[in-house]
């Protein structure tokens, strides 16, 4: 099998997280270099996962080390500089969610990657969970019967909510009707680490083209997690079971662990009805078990894959774009007297020029036009997404 070289950008602690799994495939990749402008940091986790070759200068990196891949996980708002980056310089990127702050930027990396020849990855983990795995097998068996709704509530990313039940309903949403409000609450210390005093909230209706309807919503903190209910006309699926409504029967999900080495990793994950349906973890003779670490590995063996043997991309710009437009039309539609969205949207939304606005207030430049301007500028983990909309 052809191993390949992989440099990342970014040492915090969701890159650390993404090379751990690196260092565990290490038939597919060698871990070739790595960069941050924190050199204290960046020298930690070379030491720690056998990094030959550390920088601070991305450019330079990516020019002298040649990898096959090069891996963003640095803040928000310098995914797409990272990316384009990339493609200028002939490597294939696997780049951290969203795919852009805006459609028109995620456009601009992928015509980027595109017009040099490789491979875009974004990576989207929730859609890969095992349990989610197993609910899609769930619902390609038709146990539910004729789907009806989806309940989705998302207290975080919404993002990774949409991903999931468009996953899940291999299905587009249509139209979208949102609502939106924004509301001052106690000072808190918000995602990118800075004192806030005001959160946004979210509801919406979103039409799937199978006739699905998705009642979602992003609720203030209070009782209720992240959760997605699948409603049809024999059962639903609510967190991790299946209930039948046929004599009631409840199937909770199953994990099955084998011992490896000394170390229980997981085998599969099951619903015990007959007959049985399971989900088996390709991944278990690398010791990777935890959740989010099988879909780590999943997003880095799927570059693999598209590299070496040409095969598709499992996520891809194309998805991506789907789930960010949902992001898109709830907030649109609810700062616009709560009209109806048709999908796709043919145009740039206001939410949009709000966020592009706020990023030339913030950093300087344009982020479509001066990417090349904005490759030394020091971005904050406080995103303007976040400022303008409340995403993450």
């Not at 390609?140 to 789907?147: N, Q, R, S, V, Y």
């Not at 960010?324 to 740039?348: D, H, M, R, T």
């Amino acid at each position: 099998m052809n191993k390949l070289r992989i440099a990342v950008i970014g040492a915090g602690p969701r890159a650390n997280d993404y090379m751990a799994t690196i260092k565990k495939l290490d038939d597919k990749y060698d871990f070739c270099a790595l960069a941050d402008k924190n050199t204290e940091r960046a020298n930690a986790s070379a030491q720690k996962y056998g990094v030959p070759a550390i920088y601070t200068d991305v450019e330079k990196m990516l020019k002298e080390e040649k990898p096959d891949v090069f891996f963003a996980l640095t803040p928000t708002d310098s995914l797409s500089v990272m990316a384009i980056m990339s493609a200028e310089n002939k490597v294939n990127v696997i780049r951290e969610i969203p795919i852009g702050i805006t459609r028109q930027v995620a456009e601009a990396v992928e015509k980027a990657c595109i017009d040099n020849g490789v491979k875009h990855e974004i990576a989207e983990n929730v859609w890969v969970w095992p349990h989610e795995r197993l609910k899609r097998k769930i619902v390609e068996a038709g146990l539910l019967g004729k789907i009806l709704h989806v309940r989705l509530w998302y207290t975080s990313g919404t993002y990774h909510g949409f991903n999931a039940v468009r996953m899940l309903l291999g299905s587009e949403a249509k139209r979208v009707l949102g609502y939106v409000g924004k509301v001052e609450v106690p000072t808190y210390t918000n995602y990118g680490g800075e004192l806030d005093n005001t959160r946004f909230w979210e509801s919406a209706i979103i039409e799937f083209e199978n006739d699905v309807t998705c009642l979602f919503g992003k609720p203030l903190p209070g009782p209720r997690s992240s959760l997605w209910e699948v409603e049809g006309t024999e059962g639903y699926l609510s967190g991790s079971e299946l209930v039948l409504f046929k004599d009631n029967l409840h199937f909770p999900f199953r994990d099955i662990y084998e011992e490896i080495d000394g170390k229980q990793v997981l085998d599969h994950v099951r619903i015990d009805i007959d007959p049985p349906i399971i989900w088996s973890n390709p991944f278990k003779e690398y010791g990777i078990s935890d959740t989010d670490e099988v879909a780590k590995a999943t997003i880095l063996c799927s570059m693999h894959s598209a590299i070496t043997e040409n095969k598709d991309l499992i996520y891809g710009a194309k998805n991506a774009l789907k789930d960010l437009e949902l992001c898109v039309a709830v907030f649109e539609s609810g700062i616009n007297g709560n009209k109806w969205i048709e999908l796709p949207i043919q145009y740039e939304t206001e939410v949009e020029k709000r966020i592009h606005k706020e990023f030339i207030r913030k950093y300087g430049y344009d982020p479509i036009k001066d990417t090349d301007k904005l490759k030394n500028t020091i971005f904050t983990r406080s995103s303007v997404i976040w400022k303008v909309a409340g995403w993450l």
